[in-house]
């Protein structure tokens, strides 16, 4: 039997998954860039029993889904889903002097994930999981203080 593909590929694309979550959070390396990445999928899956996460990082791309598994403690108690900016100074906390994960590196991370996944995969592991999973990989467009678009004005189409 042939090697899947996804594994034959897969630094390829863990790397232009590292650059789309670098770009989305404006970040400057790829090492920042996993810093935020790994705080992201570890905060997630603090939330999720054991089995939940073994679903859920069955639809990851292999080198994502190894950073998902990597050192986990099964002993550690599990939190609820909180509201996105307390999940994110949990984010921040990983490698503290050494993590540049901006506040919005919850949304940055999903967004670019949703890129490299099978979206109808991705979006049906996520509705079997606990509440507050979904919201968790939801992509909110962007607030003006966080760089987004700030429209104020909008001319009428010429004929």
């Known amino acids: 039997m042939p090697i899947p593909m996804e594994l034959q590929h897969a630094s390829q694309d863990f790397e232009r998954f590292l650059i789309d979550a670098r770009d989305a959070a404006g970040l400057a390396t790829r090492n920042q860039t996993y810093t935020m990445v790994q705080g ?15 679903r859920f990082a069955g639809v ?23 509201d ?23 949304r940055d991370v999903a967004e670019a994930l949703r890129r490299h996944v099978y979206l109808e995969d991705f979006t049906r592991v996520l509705a079997s999981l606990p509440p507050g999973a979904e919201e968790f990989w939801s992509v909110p467009p962007p607030t003006a203080q966080e760089g987004g678009p700030a429209i104020t004005h909008i001319a009428p189409a010429e004929c």
Not at 40 to 54: K, M, N
Not at 67 to 80: A, G, M
Not at 84 to 106: C, G, K, W, Y
């Open 40 to 54: 992201v999928l570890q905060t997630f899956r603090r939330r999720l029993s054991f089995a939940d996460a073994i």
């Open 60 to 82: 990851l791309p292999p080198i994502v889904r190894a950073i998902f598994v990597s050192d986990w403690d099964l002993d550690e108690p599990r939190p609820p889903f909180d």
């Open 84 to 106: 996105r900016e307390s999940m994110t100074r949990e984010v921040q906390a990983l490698r503290r002097d050494h993590n540049f994960a901006p506040d919005t590196a919850i």
